[in-house]
């Protein structure tokens, strides 16, 4: 397998990891988005919350690494 073939079976890991965090994302919004205003904070499982909130930024964190890393053995 050549290094562009490596290269670009990174990228799409990378992809493939940051929309599965966005997917988790996705999946506990209504529970957020839902609420109703007068409700307590205390309703909010801000445990899982954090918990996908913090996948979500290391995946794109990776994905954005990656990209930079990319550019610079192009440059």
Known sequence: MSQDSNDLMA???AV???LAAS???RELAPSVTGLDL???IKDV????L???AMAQAIAA???RGYVEEL????A
Do not use: I, Y
């Open 71 to 74: 550019q610079r053995k192009m």
């Open 38 to 40: 007068s409700a307590s």
């Open 23 to 25: 997917d988790r994302v």
């Open 61 to 63: 964190e990776a994905l």
């Open 16 to 18: 493939q990891g940051v």
């Open 50 to 52: 954090h918990s996908v």
């Open 45 to 48: 499982d801000l445990t899982q």
């Open 11 to 13: 990228l799409q890991n």
